[in-house]
């Protein structure tokens, strides 16, 4: 009996004493043990918040209204202990989020179909900050892509691409980040930031094969996109996106592992996103 085998009848004994688990468990191939990063007992590990809050400055598309906190009771009960709750009201679309699939793509998998697999992995950073810095309509190119992958020695196979293009700095100022401080339909036409090229997103979907794709922008295509080119090749191919990523300075071009956990929402196509990366031990 392999060693993987008995931790599965060992788990499986487990189960069987706890009711509550026994009821959660599902023969579910996603719930499999996955190979993690030894850091839970490591106080050297750094860990890397890449999401904004959620809270009445968070940016969303101009269509959408913003994120709104409902408060509801919040004080002590009548039998003496501290209770609070609020509900709240937001777009799956805004903030840091996760755009699944089907948001351009008819038969895509919605938020809830998306493999965990694809949510989990090593990433590939990509710095085109200068370029950005000097067009703020830049869009990411197969070069810039090319160039990452001959600087450090591998192909953009199986991990998680996150597109660093400085923009995330004007997060705190809605009009510098959207281009506009429009809000509505006819704002569309004056969004202004940086995105992916659809050829660049064409070759790597074509050429390689990457888990997911994030970017420190409102939208993985560039705000003067019309026709969202680069949304409808890469979930044509099952890779979602994270929109609105944060703090990609924080992160080396090569050595982190991101864990993106958008909450679950069935038939969602898309999703408020918490995103977070593990640094790689310093040398
Ligand atoms: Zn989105």
């Keep these: 009996m392999y060693p993987s085998r008995k931790l599965f009848w060992l788990a499986c004994f487990c189960l069987t004493l706890d009711p509550v688990a026994a009821q959660s468990a599902q023969p579910d191939s996603e719930n499999q043990p996955a190979t993690f990063p030894s850091f839970a007992n490591s106080s050297s590990v750094q860990l890397v918040d890449l999401t904004h809050p959620f809270d009445r400055s968070t940016v969303y598309w101009p269509t959408e209204d913003g994120f709104q906190l409902i408060r509801g009771p919040a004080g002590i009960t009548p039998k003496g202990y501290y209770y609070a709750a609020n509900r709240f009201k937001s777009a799956e679309h805004g903030g ?17 179909e998306i493999p965990l697999h694809r949510l989990v992995g090593a990433t590939a950073v990509i710095d085109v900050t200068k370029s950005c810095e000097e067009n703020r309509d830049y869009q990411v190119r197969v070069a810039n892509l090319r160039r990452w992958e001959t600087q450090h020695g591998r192909q953009l196979i199986d991990v998680i691409v996150l597109l660093r293009t400085g923009h995330g700095r004007h997060w705190h100022d809605r009009e510098r980040y ?20 659809p050829l660049a997103a064409k070759w790597l979907v074509e050429q390689r094969s990457i888990k997911a794709i994030g970017i420190d922008t409102p939208s993985i295509d560039y705000g003067q996109s019309s026709r969202f ?7 044509s191919h099952d890779v979602p996106a994270f929109e609105n990523v944060a703090h990609l300075e924080k992160l080396p071009e090569l050595g982190a592992t ?4 958008p909450m679950k ?19």
Excluded: C, W, Y
């Design 258 to 261: 991101v864990i993106a956990l």
């Design 178 to 197: 959207l281009g506009t401080n429009k809000t509505g339909p006819e704002a569309v036409t004056d969004l202004h930031f940086p995105g992916l090229d």
């Design 96 to 112: 840091t989020h996760i755009d699944a699939p089907i948001h351009f793509f008819e038969t895509g998998q919605t938020v809830d």
């Design 265 to 283: 929402i069935g038939g969602g196509s898309g999703a408020p996103l918490r995103l977070m990366a593990i640094l790689p031990p310093p040398r």
């Design 229 to 235: 080119q680069s949304h409808v090749t890469l979930f």
